[in-house]
């Protein structure tokens, strides 16, 4: 069965976030660029201030305590992970290691860079991959992305949009029984309301 409505219902979001990316060359932009701008957002996170220093309780192998700091980036990997947990055990589940291992290479990537040279790093790489995202929903999708109608909803569904799509493509995965056939019904009525919705603002 489906979760009940409001936050933590995954049919609600997942078509939500699916009636702005139906075209299979958005959807694939999107599943090349979403993590990459997760990740590299970890990546400037990692010089903000730290919530809480655990380089003296010997929790983290040696080596490490210098490194793995828990700081805003650690606080905003765990929000994400949690929420996907919540949202759906199994893939949650995957969501919130890919999560937690983003946090870490982005963690040493910017260690390894500093700041001088990681902010650069961060902002090229944030331009080409949004720069992306806008083109495939501009030329593919011919609609305005989901972040300019709910733009919370759309940055955290967007990690966990693309891997359900993966797991769906790939292995047929669905949370629960039906749960594709119920979304895709939702999505199609979605995209015909906001066609018709348009339709009567050009006439």
Known sequence: MGKPGGLFDLENHFAFYGAY?????????????VWPIFFTSLVLFYFTPTICDLSQSGILPSGFNHVL???YGFLCALIYGLFYVILDKKAGSLAALICLACWVGATFLAAHLGYSLAWKVVLAAQLFCWTGQ??????FEKRAPALLDNLVQAFLMAPFFVLLEVLQSLFGYEP????????KA??????????DKKQKKNS
């Not at 990316?21 to 660029?33: E, G, Q, W």
């Not at 806008?134 to 030329?139: A, E, K, Q, T, Y």
């Not at 939702?186 to 066609?195: L, R, T, V, Y």
């Open 176 to 183: 629960y029984p039906g749960f594709h056939a119920r979304v």
């Open 21 to 33: 990316h139906s075209n299979p060359i958005n959807i694939f932009i999107h599943t090349l660029f």
């Open 134 to 139: 806008f083109i495939g929903h501009g030329v």
């Open 69 to 71: 700091v828990f700081n």
């Open 186 to 195: 939702k999505i199609e009525a979605e995209i015909k309301e906001w066609k």
